[in-house]
Every structure is written in C-alpha cells, then in structure tokens.
C-alpha cells in the first residue's frame, strides 16, 4: 500500500526557483512591503500552524470540526458515494483523516500542499492506517494555478478547502479561486468549503494574537524560511507579530514590525532599509457572513448551496454545486 506523488512546486528547479525568488524580492521592494502567506510554509511552518489549531484562543478548528461531527449525516447526503477528494492545503491531512475515521469515505484522497515533505510524511501516515483507499499526493502552489495530474478523473470529484483558507485571498481574488474550482469539475461534482464568520473583535483579535506567542512566532518563521530561500539577511530579533481584526474591512491584518531601523539585503545586490515600526504586511484572513459568502459562491458559478453552521455563529461550512 504506497501513495503516488507528484511534485509540481519544486524549489530546486532553476526556472521555478528563479520566479519565487522574484516574487519574494518584488514583495520586499513595494513601499508597503509584503510577503504572501504561502511562504508561512516550510515544514516548521506547517508544524508552527498545527500548533495554532490546537490554542484555545484559535477556535476555527475546533469550531469546524464539531460542526462536521454534528451534521455528519446530513454531509455523508451531501457528498454521496464513490467520490475523489481533493483537500487544498491539507497540511497534516488531520481534517480529512477525521472524516474517514467518522466512515465519511472517498474512493480516491488526492491531498494538495505547498509544504510537500510535510504532506508526503502526512499522507503517508494517513495511508497505513486506512490502506484502502487510494491516495495521491500533489506538492503545488495553488495558489498560482491549480494543475492537477492527469490521472485524477474528472467524474465526482469534491474539492475540499477547509479551514477559512479561502479567507487568506481578497474578496476578488477568492471569486477568481472559486471559479477555477468550477470549472475544474463536471455537473457530479462539488466544493466542500469551511469559511470563518464576522464576530466580535475580542474574539478574532485574541485568535491572532496569542498569549503563548505561537502565532508570532507562525509569523517570525516566515522571514526564517526567506533567509533560507532568498538568502536574505533578516535577523528574527528584530521583528515584532502585529495582528488584529480591522472591522471596516472585516479582516484580520498580520504583519512583521520592524523594531528599530535596519537594512535587509540578499543576493542580486538588492537591498532593503526599514525604518523602526515599518511594518511587513504578511497576511489577510478575511470574515465573511453567510449571506455574504453564499452571494460569493454564486457569482462564482456555484448553486445548490447548504450551509451549516455552529451555535455561536462563529464559523460556516458549506457544500455547493457547480
Ligand atoms: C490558514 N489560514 C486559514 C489561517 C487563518 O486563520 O487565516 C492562517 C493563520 N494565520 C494566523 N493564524 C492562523
């Protein structure tokens, strides 16, 4: 029993080495400097973030998954049989194991990461336990296209995107996303999407912004995992996590803080000078509501929207059609 890979993000190709590399350094070089938080993951970032999913404070994931355990029938109607599932970003593939392990079975797992020794040691792990299904991994950006292998049929597949990831992209960009997912399947196939809610600052705030520092210290890694890529020089003392909920533009801002005036530079004689509380702009995590996200998946070309959510109002799943 073994899992097929295909890796399509690889670092140690020149040409894709050489485009991540330029997009690193454009980011660093805008006035607003920014960092795309694909780059949070390297395998200690992946770790850093399942750490995250386990604080108190960070109640998407728990909030999630008793929303799956609650309407596990109801989604068991949804998805039907015989069924491919496509988990988008699956990181330790733990959401996607708990649904086997609850008899939400596909026939064929295909798990998508850009972290991809983290996916392949998770989907192994995932594989000796439930032997009988068959699993593909795929190490890709997504985010750039969505290219997967040819051998995954085109009948009933379900993307499954977890989590409020689809919050990491602008509204716009989110549409963009979708509709790729739309057209990436045929009428027996569906999206099974995890979308976190507007709520009350304290509660996003203090998500963001741990008191144990795990979620600075998911932020800080960045610039460790650019240093190793860019062969840049940011020393990590120096930078300070920066998160909260903006309400006028229901997201959260994340962001490095420069904590005195310095200079970063790499390669390519570029070099960088920040002025002391310049600020790196290192992700979004938008809040949608229901009817704003149900609005979304329909200009994205999708119907036949069920939404499920938990008591508080926190956190929604939905599964749709194209
Ligand atoms: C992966 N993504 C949905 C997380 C979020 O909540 O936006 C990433 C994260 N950033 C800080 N904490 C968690």
Redesign the pocket.
């Given at each position: 029993s073994r899992i097929r890979l295909h890796q399509i993000l690889d670092w140690d190709s020149p040409q894709q080495n050489t485009s991540l590399r330029r997009e690193l350094a454009a980011g660093l070089l805008q006035q607003q400097a920014a960092i795309a938080?694909k780059f949070?993951y390297d395998k200690l970032g992946s770790r850093l973030?399942e750490a995250?999913?386990e604080l108190p404070e960070?109640y998407?994931t728990r909030t999630e998954a008793a929303i799956f355990d609650k309407h596990l029938a109801d989604i068991r109607k949804a998805l039907g049989e015989d069924f491919t599932l496509i988990d988008l970003?699956c990181?330790s593939c733990g959401k996607a194991g708990r649904l086997f392990h609850a008899g939400l079975l596909p026939s064929r797992y295909v798990a998508v990461d850009i972290s991809v020794e983290f996916m392949r040691d998770s989907l192994q792990q995932l594989k000796r336990e439930l032997p009988a299904i068959e699993m593909t991994g795929v190490g890709l950006d997504f985010t750039a296209e969505l290219q997967l292998p040819d051998d995954i049929p085109l009948e009933r597949r379900t993307f499954f995107y977890p989590?409020?990831?689809?919050?990491?992209f602008s509204p716009p960009d989110a549409e963009r996303f979708l509709r790729g997912l739309a057209d990436r399947m045929d009428a027996s196939g569906g999206l099974l999407i995890g979308v976190?809610l507007v709520k009350d600052k304290a509660v996003l705030d203090a998500?963001?912004d741990d008191p144990l520092g795990v979620?600075a210290a998911?932020?800080r890694n960045l610039l460790r995992h650019v240093n190793a890529r860019l062969g840049a020089d940011f020393d990590i003392g120096d930078w300070r996590h920066v998160?909260f909920y903006n309400i006028a533009n229901a997201r959260?801002e994340?962001y490095l803080e420069a904590r005195r005036a310095l200079t970063v530079s790499w390669p390519e004689a570029a070099i960088r000078h920040f002025a002391a509380g310049e600020r790196i702009h290192t992700?979004?995590?938008y809040k949608y509501s229901p009817e704003g996200f149900t609005a979304l998946l329909d200009s994205a070309g999708f119907g036949d929207i069920q939404p499920w959510t938990d008591p508080h109002n926190w956190f929604a799943l939905f599964f749709a059609r194209p």
């Open positions: 938080p949070f973030f995250i999913t960070y998407p970003g990181g989590g409020s990831s689809i919050g990491n976190d998500a963001y979620t998911f932020n998160a959260i994340m992700e979004n995590s």
